[in-house]
């Protein structure tokens, strides 16, 4: 079975400074990862994925996540953050191997970005 | 990306009524629909696959004569909460499943309180 663990219920970072939400996954084989976006009472908005090929993967609205195979993790990080950017954000794995097609959720980290 | 509809967004209703989420695709045509439960400050939980033509797969847990899942057609699935109590109050997200590498989409969600 499949596990995503997100250690971090919430970061605070100051606008303007670097931001990094946590990703651990655990999975038999190889894994397509995702991170997704949920703003209040709203559905899920696909930010990025890995799948395979460049470990740094650039995805919408100036985020990037970094996919590190021997710590099993996949960060995600944005260079300057903004308030805007304050929302639940959930990381996500699909095993590549299995023909699951469900994905397997972290339990979301919030992330609020003071002015 | 796939486009899908969740209706409606948000219902308030009392207990021991029946409510029903209708999820629909809007550009393509859906034989599978992921059905998940985000309970407060929680990941998301897949509770059900509806399939197109034939009876809904449920995970482990769920209660499949409350949890009633239909697919009407290759663009409408619907999720019928029924006897409703104020435990089954949630935010309830559909999903049309993503394969392999591809990235899901989901639906808006819908705000269930039961009173």
Redesign the interface.
């Known amino acids: 079975a499949q596990s995503v663990a997100q250690p971090e219920?919430q970061v605070n970072v100051a606008e303007g400074n670097p931001l990094t939400v946590k990703c651990t996954y655990s999975v038999s084989g190889n894994p397509?990862l995702?991170w997704?976006v949920q703003y209040p009472?709203?559905?899920?908005?696909?930010l990025l994925?890995y799948?395979t090929g460049d470990n740094l993967v650039k995805g919408s609205y100036g985020f990037e996540a970094e996919f590190n195979k021997s710590q099993t993790s996949f960060h995600l990080k944005k260079p300057s953050a903004l308030v805007s950017d304050s929302a639940l954000y959930?990381c996500a794995v699909?095993p590549?191997d299995t023909g699951r097609?469900?994905?397997t959720?972290?339990?979301?980290t919030r992330l609020q970005v003071q002015p | 990306g796939a486009v899908v509809s969740q209706h409606p967004s948000r219902v308030i209703c009392k207990s021991g009524t029946s409510v029903k989420i209708e999820c629909r695709s809007l550009d393509f045509q859906a034989t599978t629909m992921f059905w998940y439960r985000q309970f407060p400050k929680k990941s998301l939980m897949l509770m059900a696959t509806s399939n197109e033509g034939s009876k809904a797969t449920y995970e482990q847990g769920v209660e499949k004569d409350k949890f009633l899942i239909n697919h009407a057609s290759l663009t409408l699935s619907t999720l019928t909460v029924t006897s409703a109590h104020p435990e089954d109050s949630s935010f309830y997200i559909c999903s049309p499943p993503g394969q392999g590498a591809s990235e899901a989409f989901f639906g808006q969600g819908t705000r269930l309180t039961v009173v």
């Open positions: 219920d397509y995702f997704y009472n709203r559905g899920l908005q696909f994925k799948i959930f699909r590549m097609r469900a994905l959720f972290g339990s979301g």
